[in-house]
Structure formats: structure tokens, C-alpha cells
């Protein structure tokens, strides 16, 4: 036991503060990269004093074997000195004298070390930045919250701006994860100085903010630094630019989650640091002066805030200098008569009248309209936002796809085609829904060529079942595609109030078999010659030589396959299901769902 207090050049005691001011002095002369095996040695004794002080554990026998390399440490200090992390083997620190590594050391042991804005300061500082994900810088910062814990505990308002900064979280099991695209070599290092203290409160306000800025300056350098740009990413980089204008930067952000693009002064610097790199793409530059107002960014309060930003613009793009501002004041208010003019009201019909025609075209003989389709703002804030809906009519969203694969080369020219396709898709279904929900009954009969009986067999007979590849359930589908028409089926089956309806009955022949199909609300039943069926039982063979469509379809629910021919029955199905009302971009789904009950 003596050679313990030996290292540590201190008498036996358990004054727990005597034990860490020793530790502390004896560290200064003894730094991990100079001399490793005796800060191990020291780091061990230190373990092993406070063990006895504090617990009254008997520390290892005296000798060298008390600091044998075989003996592990208590699981809760994170990393055992028996191990020497790696990042000590790799010979001298090239980021000991950073300036990260200096202002690090300062602040850590200095006045202001429990100051959260200067923390903040130092995390979105550009000297930090430039180094921060490097795994040897990661090494050294626990390698200095190591060498000095004794003399400076982990302090909570550093903790919270190192969660913050390298976005990871922990579980009540302390288990850390950081989210994707912050990942990186030496993550482990930062997870060993987060464990040597509790874990922190959940952000809110200014570092509740600053935490969603960090989050987006990580996925933006996650984009620059994998794969190639594309609208894709460019589009998504607008995006994030537009959350920094100057109505949503305040220095007092609110604690409510609600507020999504409420940003934090200090986050402008995170984007000045990612417009400094090299080799991103001209058009976020544009994107950057347009969005941002860059063009005025030249005294007071903007300047201050924008001013770098306007500098980094124009080194790339000297010509945005003389670039005048587009006013589009006059042309969203026109557009706005016009959509009023032209509206249809969600759920019912979206066709064009001739009214609607005349109007849409001349709305895009404008000019002004022409060059709109063409500027990224209008298209992000207008077209995609609020003019590319459900209830602009069919003709209008047209038009907008004709229009950018005619200029497939304009920004987001893919995004808003694929918008203008999906919402007449939903137009599409709106107008089936509606259709189907009106169908007089004299029109309707069992029989599978007709939409609303279709949409009732499907939700009654299959609702179990799922597409065997993707495991997508057929139900999620009906609920969005073709969902069940309560109303209709209780005229369908004439429902009386506060009665229990009687099925709808069909015969059906199967060889020298009789099976009754009988159709109730909420699901099918079936009798084999009057015996009632409880699961399939029904040869594939001999339903699937039935030339009757609706026939085989009424049988299917109750057919087996055993012979696993998963894929000949798919397509058989699928064949047959173009002579019913299934709609036809859901045919092959479908047909994959009914196959696997097969």
C-alpha cells in the first residue's frame, strides 16, 4: 500500500480533497505523451486512494505488480488504465498548440469556465471548427479533461455545449449514440469525456436552438464531403439557408418546440465556416445572396450579421454585386386572384372548365410568370409551398409538368414535377372516392367490374395479408388507396337501423362443389356443399382453371397453394385483375398481397 501515497507523494490519509490537490500538482510535471506509463502509473494510484478513501476498498498489495498492466479499473470511469488508448501510442499530438487546444485550455481552467456563452463562443469558433472532427483532436480534449479532472471536474455548462456540438445523446443505460451524419474516427474519445460526469438537462432556448444549427451545419458538410452534388442536395441546402433570415434570428429564442426556424446569432457562424470550403457548388452561393438578402447586408444590424457572408458570396460570384433584386410583389398577388379564381375545393372534382383553361393560359403567357418558374425563391417559397396543391385544377398541373420538361434544366425542375404528379394522383383518387361513393345502387351488383364492390370484396376478404418482398401490409394500401366505403356497403346490403344485415349471397360451382360466397359489412364467409369453411382449403389448381373472373376472384380468400409456385400464382392473379375494377398502378401490389395469402 505504501507505493500507492509513494506516486502520490502524500501520507496516508482519507481527506478525499488532500488525494485530488496531490494527484493535481503531480500532474503537471507528468503529461501522458511525454511520459505515459508513469501517468498510468500515477492515474492508478490516484483510482486507488480514492477507492480507499472514499469507500474504505483495501488498494493493491505494495510493489509493482500494484499497477500491473492485467488489472482493470471500475467499469464507471469509462476507460481503464490498464488499456492505454490508442491515441497515446501515436507519438506526439499535431493539435497540441492548435488555437483550438490554447483557448481550450484557458477557458477549461479559467475564470469564465462555467460561463455558457462562452462555451458557446468557443464551440462555434472557427478555430474549433476547422479541427473538431479530427479524431487526434478529439484524443487530446480527453486527454486534458483527464490530466486536469483532479484539480477541474467536468463542469455541466461545458458538457452541454460538447453534447450540443458533436450531436449525440445518451440512454438511462449509458449508452451513447450520435446521429448519422455527425458520425465520425474518434467519436469514442468524446463518449469517454461525457462519461466522467452526469448526464446533462435536455437543451432549451439559445442552446436548444443552437443544437437544431449544428444540426444542420453537420448535415450540410455530411453532403459536401459524400458523393457528388446534385438538386437533390441543393435543394435541401436551400432549405436549411432559408431557417437563417433575419426574422427568424433572435438573441432570446423561445424553449418551444413548436418554433422550428428560430436560429440563434451564433448559428451564422456554423454557416459562414461551411462557405468557406472549397468546392461547393456555384448555385449555393446565389441561393445564399438571394435568400439571405445579401444585396443589403452593408450597415448596422445586417451588416453585422450578414456582412461575412456577403464577402464570401461575392468572392465566388463577383457579379452578384450588380445583380438587381427581382420584385415579386405584383405577380404573388396576381397569382393569388388567379388560384382563388380557378379553386377547387378539396375532394370534389378537379377538372378544368373551359373558364379554368382560358385562364390558365393566359396566366402562362406572362412573362413575368415565365421567369418566375425559372428563380429557385419563387419555386421554393411559392410553387412548392403553396401553389403546387390539390386545389389548383387538373389543366393548371399540366401545364406545370409540360412547363419543366420543356426546361428540365430550371432548379427543382424534378421536385415540382413530382409534385404536380402527385397531387393529380390525389386528385385522381379524390374523384374515385367520390364516383364510387355515389353510385347508385340499381348500378351495383356483385361483380368485380364494379368499383365500389371491388373496393368492398378487397377490404372484407384480404385485410390480413401483405406484399411477401416488401412486407408492406395490403390494409395501409386500401386505407390510402382504396379505402372501405362505409355508407355504400350499408346500402349494399340494405342495413336497417339497429337490425343485423343479412349477407349478400353468391353461388359459385366448383367441380361437382357447391361454395355459397356470402358478403357481409365487415367481412366474407364461405359454406363448402353447406359445411361452413374456416380456412382455405381450396385446390389453386382447380380455382385457377375457372374461366369465370368473378368466380375465381370470390374463391380466392379460401385457396392454398402448398406447392410454394409463388410467383406463377402472382401472375395469374395479376392477368386477371385487368378485367376487374382494380385501379391499374395498383394492380401489381395488389396482385403480390393476394398471392401471398395464396
Request: with cysteine; net charge negative; aromatic share 12%.
Amino acid at each position: 500500500m505504501d507505493a500507492i501515497w509513494t506516486v502520490l507523494g502524500l501520507e496516508p490519509t482519507k481527506d478525499v480533497s488532500a488525494i485530488k490537490r496531490a494527484y493535481a500538482e503531480k500532474a503537471k510535471t507528468c503529461h501522458p505523451e511525454e511520459d505515459p506509463e508513469g501517468f498510468l502509473q500515477l492515474r492508478q494510484a490516484y483510482q486507488a486512494a480514492l477507492a480507499w478513501a472514499e469507500n474504505g476498498e483495501t488498494p493493491p498489495a505494495a510493489g509493482p505488480e500494484a499497477f500491473s498492466p492485467e488489472r482493470t479499473e471500475p467499469e464507471d470511469e469509462g476507460w481503464s488504465l490498464s488499456e492505454k488508448p490508442a491515441f497515446w501510442d501515436e507519438g506526439p499530438n499535431p493539435f497540441a498548440e492548435h488555437p483550438a487546444a490554447v483557448a481550450f485550455r484557458e477557458l477549461y481552467t479559467g475564470k469564465r469556465q462555467k460561463d455558457p456563452k462562452a462555451w458557446m463562443d468557443y464551440f462555434t469558433s472557427g478555430d474549433f471548427l476547422d479541427v473538431a472532427w479530427e479524431r487526434r483532436f478529439a484524443g487530446l480534449l480527453l486527454e486534458e479533461v483527464t490530466r486536469l479532472e483532479g484539480e477541474y471536474l467536468v463542469n455541466k455548462e461545458f458538457l452541454n455545449w460538447l453534447y450540443i456540438a458533436y450531436q449525440f445523446t445518451v440512454n438511462r443505460q449509458r449508452e451513447f449514440q450520435m446521429m448519422e451524419w455527425a458520425q465520425f474516427d474518434g467519436q469514442e474519445l468524446i463518449f469517454e469525456i461525457a462519461k466522467k460526469a452526469q448526464v446533462p438537462k435536455a437543451p432549451r432556448g439559445n442552446e436548444w436552438a443552437m443544437s437544431a444549427s449544428f444540426q444542420e451545419y453537420l448535415r450540410m458538410v455530411h453532403m459536401a464531403e459524400h458523393g457528388t452534388w446534385n438538386e437533390k442536395k441543393i435543394g435541401q441546402c436551400s432549405e436549411i439557408i432559408g431557417h437563417y433570415t433575419a426574422g427568424y434570428i433572435t438573441d432570446k429564442c423561445q424553449q418551444r418546440g413548436d418554433m422550428d426556424y428560430e436560429r440563434h446569432p451564433a448559428g451564422l457562424r456554423l454557416m459562414i465556416h461551411f462557405f468557406r470550403r472549397d468546392g461547393l457548388p456555384d448555385e449555393l452561393y446565389r441561393i445564399l445572396w438571394e435568400k439571405l438578402d445579401l444585396k443589403t447586408a452593408l450597415m448596422g444590424r445586417a451588416k453585422i450579421l450578414y456582412g461575412p457572408l456577403r464577402e464570401l458570396a461575392l468572392e465566388r460570384l463577383p457579379e452578384l454585386a450588380g445583380q438587381k433584386k427581382v420584385s415579386l410583389a405584383g405577380l404573388r398577388k396576381d397569382f393569388t386572384d388567379y388560384a382563388v379564381s380557378t379553386y377547387k375545393k378539396r375532394g370534389e372534382h378537379a377538372q378544368a372548365t373551359d373558364e379554368d383553361i382560358q385562364r390558365t393560359d393566359a396566366f402562362f403567357a406572362r412573362e413575368d410568370f415565365q421567369q418566375a418558374l425559372l428563380d429557385r425563391r419563387f419555386i421554393e417559397e411559392d410553387m412548392l409551398h403553396t401553389g403546387i396543391t390539390e386545389a389548383r385544377c387538373d389543366y393548371f398541373l399540366q401545364r406545370i409538368i409540360r412547363f419543366y420538361k420543356e426546361h428540365k434544366d430550371a432548379p427543382c425542375a424534378q421536385r415540382v414535377k413530382d409534385r404536380a404528379r402527385e397531387m393529380l394522383g390525389y386528385q385522381d383518387l379524390a374523384d374515385r372516392l367520390l364516383r364510387d361513393e355515389n353510385a347508385e345502387l340499381e348500378e351495383i351488383r356483385p361483380t368485380l367490374t364494379s368499383p365500389p364492390f371491388f373496393r368492398h370484396w378487397l377490404n372484407t376478404g384480404f385485410y390480413h395479408t401483405q406484399d411477401r418482398e416488401t412486407k408492406q401490409p395490403l390494409l395501409g394500401f386500401l386505407n390510402q388507396k382504396l379505402p372501405y366505403l362505409p355508407e355504400w356497403s350499408r346500402k349494399f346490403l340494405d342495413v336497417k337501423d339497429g337490425e343485423v344485415p343479412s349477407p349478400e349471397s353468391v353461388d359459385c360451382a366448383l367441380g361437382d362443389d357447391t361454395i355459397e360466397v356470402r358478403f357481409h359489412l365487415r367481412h366474407m364467409s364461405f359454406l363448402l356443399n353447406g359445411e361452413q369453411i374456416y380456412r382455405p382449403c381450396l385446390p389453386w389448381e382447380q380455382v385457377s382453371a375457372l374461366r369465370d373472373t368473378d368466380t375465381f376472384f370470390f374463391l380466392l380468400p379460401v385457396t392454398m397453394e402448398p406447392y410454394n409456385q409463388y410467383e406463377e400464382v402472382k401472375t395469374e392473379i395479376l392477368r386477371r385483375l385487368e378485367g376487374t375494377a382494380a385501379p391499374e398502378d395498383g394492380r401489381a401490389f395488389i396482385a403480390a398481397c393476394l398471392a401471398d395469402q395464396v
